[in-house]
């Protein structure tokens, strides 16, 4: 095939079109609302489209948590994302979430402006445990069931993100909960680590739990690799300073591809990504 | 042990009743049941639905009315969209919306004062029901019948405003 | 902790006192602090004229509360009352002239003011003569303020275009007392409400329009269970939740209906005969006919006619008409819904027929009454002459005699009073429009705002050099205005008021006016001096001075006041005239024993004599029937009808300075019957455009079973939508009253 060589490269252009997209959707949501326009609702907490209700599984998770029931219309809801996952990965976290965009954006700035120190701690890429990973979930989950508190509703940036736009275009300002994720933004921009996707998200993560074992993954094969400078391009692509060529890859990894890009830029196919 | 750090937890966290909207569980279950979509404040035509932000503390992201400056003119189009089962989404019927109940403070209130005031009574959606005029000039709020919408709040002209919404949190009876 | 429902109820009620009408008001006097000196005055708002205090701490006002010795409201107010206070340093209290320079208003001192009023009145009066300049006063002016108006523009400048908004309002009434009885104003008052067995409302919103009579009515009916009250309304208004019989009428076809009520009192047998044949003439309008006559023409007008021109049902008016024969002692009470009409004055007549027919006139508890809109429609304008054709103490200009004795009190030749009325309001204002008036002076009215079809009258508005005294700007007219100049509000000017049943109560000045704020009287007696006719206005040294002079004119009239100084005034709660000497106690029923004016020798027997006609013959009428100017129609199929709220009062200049009324009624609305809304596909609380053939407004739907389906009702306040934009000029030929209160609409989804 001709253009099989730039298929990553393509892809990732549709994915930053969709994270573009998701943005703009976002502010047009509550714009349509106050419009009159009530068959599209909601932030990414859960989202419907006329009668169908996506929600967010981790949210669903807290709530189940929280209310000691099982709500079924909310279980249904949580089916897409779950499917998705399962098949996917993190897709939602690397195609959708406006906390990644915006991560993204940032990195690409230092990138490009604060080059040295940047290509100093790229370097330092590792990928994390599968204990330690699910623990951290673990551990946020027992403290909103022992604290009866709502900490993931807290600490999902997407939701929170999604919640404020909504908020301040219906006219009732910002409010506290956007110093989260501004905190966030404040220390990965000096740590230059992406910590929180890659290690505490709860909705990440939850999302993360449902792939696990599924389907879509980078696939590395290393009599393809070429590469024999350390740091390779793929492992300086990854924007969670994962190390893709490594096996203990997930639950980590979203599936963004762009080590897979990098790789095919080298004119190789050592990384793909493929089911 | 767990317990008692919950409360205490809870106590700081927690100061104020809020006003829900209308078809809302009871105010625990709501606050453990909703899932800070938004949706509810979305679909209200009117902007009655506010999202509480952090400040607000742990009821963070929950929609509260603020009756005196908007109150909920019973659409009732949010309890059925709600994703979570905090807004109750069977109920359709505004006559059946318990959200609270209106309590006039008649030290504040204008009949009361001898002055001819009939604007809640006017403007109650539950008309002639919920808001009853003892001798056609003192209001009387009908507990069996009111719905808690804050219409009345929202338009009482007394210096003080008379008439105020006690949260279906503050009642013991809640939702029939 | 958490109470039930109930329990809630009961404890927030624990300490309710019993205030039952009238009882215990104002118990816990305590809330007032002690310095508040309390002043007796009357309520600035509607014609109900309830008695007042208002509270003054540190030269400031601090409270209004009811004035419990008044026995029109024995201390009641309603909420607008209640907030008179705030109204005095309401957010857009004038406090300096303006005058237009470049376009823009801009504050000038008085003095600049006056000399440019006045060398543009003096320009166009010597340039165009006295009929280029014209008066357009208010039934909420005091009688002094009128009085010096009339005389100025009357009987110095010589022009008949003086003019005041009862016009708009009460006109009808006035031409519906004048021909049935000879003579202006109600016969009984207030105290017929206290012994009624039955009201008839016709086109009265009383709860909402005047609300302390309302009560009145609630408390009759405690006090008598038995009490009936029939109301003819096109519209569910709040006034229903007391009625026994509610005939819901298409807006604008009512006549049909009063004709047959006559006419089944007639068949029945509910007639006095006596009263008849000794104080009744009959008429067609044009010529006098008779009984018989009068029989042959209610012919037409069986119940079921009526019921299909009325579209109600034909059971209910016979009902209606038996209880009215039935009951002794018959109240009948009206307002703008029956004035303002192409047909007011005939619709006035005929409401009066139904009294004169069974003799429920001039005895404690029956009377034809007509309610009065504004404080002072009655006093100040009716009585005081501020019409085009009228001269002070109800006189007319086209009388010889008339003139005469106003031109001597006003110390001026008779020839300076010209004996052809002066144009009407709409008239005026149609002259304005046409250039043909030059110079306007508006006093303490808002006719941009409350003029009908106001797009054929607001550019004539803003070309003519035009006048306003006001408390407040900017108000539709003050923005538009060449000179706008601060008047005193109530509170800060003392003055008389005569509201609905013809009584006359003081109001004192309690209070320094705001920021260079003047008295209204007192700029006119400046313009006067200015105008070079200062020495018959010299001697005005105070409001006193004023009405002294006023009492004069009344002196032997049918309204006597002389009874009346302000040395009584301030002592009493009003008096109702006529009052002809100082030691009478006033009249409660007048053409009876008992008004002093009765001629016991023409009477010979007769139980009233109807003193204003020659034989004393008070005239049924043989008006015929006639439906709105605008009826409905395939294009514009709605009919669409206008009036109040109770929180608001007309252009709301006042009462959109309380902060607590515009909370309880924010912003304009149209109300739409379900039914029709859900045809034009509008929902409660969404836009919604009502559509004439004279303008167009998009409106906030209200959702609401009081209008019909097929009609919509807009409530007039508020300046951001004018309705008046919507309404219909044409007037009614007799009164000139325009038509506010029905026409026909299209209403879209906006
Ligand atoms: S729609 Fe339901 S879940 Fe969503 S914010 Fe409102 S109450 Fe909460
Ligand atoms: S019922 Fe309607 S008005 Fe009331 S809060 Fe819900 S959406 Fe808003
Ligand atoms: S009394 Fe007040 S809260 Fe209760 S239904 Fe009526 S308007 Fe709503
Ligand atoms: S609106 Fe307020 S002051 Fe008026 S009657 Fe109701 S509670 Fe009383
Ligand atoms: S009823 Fe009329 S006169 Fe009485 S307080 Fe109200 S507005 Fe004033």
Known sequence: ?275 | MIQSLTSIFSKITKSKTYLRPPGAVPEDEFISRCIKCSKCAQVCSYNSIKILHLNAGKDFGTPVIEAKDIPCYLCMECPRICPSGALDNALVDKEKVRMGLAVIDESKCLPFLGVICRSCYDECPIHRVAIVLEDELLPRIDAETCTGCGICESVCPAEEIAITIKPLSQLADKRK | MALTRREFLKNSAASAAAAAIGVSLFANQSVFASETVWHKSVCRYCGVGCGVMLGVEGGKPVAVKGDTKNTINKGLLCVKGFYLHKVITGKDRLLKPLIRKNDKLVEASWDEAMELVAAKFKESIEANGPDSVAFYGSGQAETEETYVANKLFKGHIGTNNMEGNPRLCMASAVGGYLTTFGADEPVGSYDDLDHAEMFFLIGSNTAESHPVLYDRLVARKKANPSTKIVAIDPRKTPTNKIIDLHLQVKPGYDLAVMHAIAKVLIEEGYTDEKFISDSVNFSNGKEPITYEEYKTFLKKFTPEYASEQAGIPAEDIVKAAKLFGQTSRVVSMWTMGVNQRIAGVWLNNLIHNLHLLTGKLGKPGSDSLSLTGQPNACGGVREGGGLCHLLPAHRKVAKEAHRQQIADIWNVPVTNIQPKPGKHTMAMFDAISKGEIKNLYVMCTNPAHSLPNLNKYLQGMKDCFMVVAESFHPTETSKIADVVLPAAFWGEKEGVYGCTERRSQYMPKALKPQGEARWDADILIDLAKRLGHGKNFEHFKSAEDIWNEYLKCTKGKDMDLTGAPYSRLKEVRGLRWPVPSVDHPGTTHRFVEGDPLFPKDKAEGRRMYFYGKPDGKAVIFARPDKGPAEPVDAEYPIAMMTGRVLEHFHTSTMTGQVPQLVRAVPKPYVEVHPDDAKKIGLTDRGMAKVITRRGELELMVKLSDRPLPGNVFLPWHWPEKLSNLLTNDVFDPGSKEPEYKVCACKVEKA
């Not at chain 1, 999902?156 to 501004?182: D, F, K, M």
């Not at chain 1, 190390?243 to 190789?268: R, W």
Request: glycine share 6%; proline share 5%; aromatic share 12%.
């Open chain 1, 1 to 275: 095939m001709k253009n099989k060589r730039s298929f990553y490269l393509t892809l990732n252009r549709l994915r930053v079109l969709s994270q573009i997209t998701t943005i703009l959707f976002l502010i047009a949501v509550p714009l349509l609302n106050i419009v009159g326009v009530h068959w599209i609702l909601g932030t990414l907490y859960s989202i419907s489209f006329g009668k169908l209700d996506i929600a967010d599984p981790a949210i669903v998770a807290q709530t189940i948590l929280l209310t000691w029931n099982l709500y079924i219309p909310l279980l249904i809801a949580a089916l897409i994302p779950i499917l998705i996952a399962f098949i996917c990965g993190r897709v939602f976290c690397s195609w959708i979430c406006p906390h990644n965009t915006i991560s993204e954006w940032i990195t690409a700035f230092q990138k490009r402006f604060m080059t040295k120190r940047w290509r100093q701690y790229q370097k330092k890429s590792k990928n994390v445990g599968i204990r330690v990973y699910f623990g951290i979930l673990a551990t946020l989950l027992l403290v909103t069931a022992l604290f009866k508190t709502p900490l993931v509703s807290y600490l999902s940036p997407p939701g929170v993100i999604s919640s404020q736009i909504s908020q301040l275009i219906r006219g009732s300002g910002i409010g506290l909960e956007l110093a989260i994720v501004l905190l966030i933004f404040i220390a990965e921009f000096f740590l230059f680590q992406r910590y929180w996707c890659k290690l505490l998200c709860p909705v990440g993560a939850m999302l993360g739990a449902f792939h696990w074992k599924g389907k879509l993954r980078v696939q590395f094969q290393a009599a393809e690799c070429k590469c024999g400078k350390r740091p390779s391009p793929c492992q300086m692509a990854c924007p969670l300073q994962l190390e893709p060529k490594k096996k203990n890859l997930y639950p980590a990894c979203f599936n963004c591809g762009l080590c897979a890009k990098a790789c095919e830029n080298t004119g190789h196919k050592a990384i793909q990504l493929t089911f």
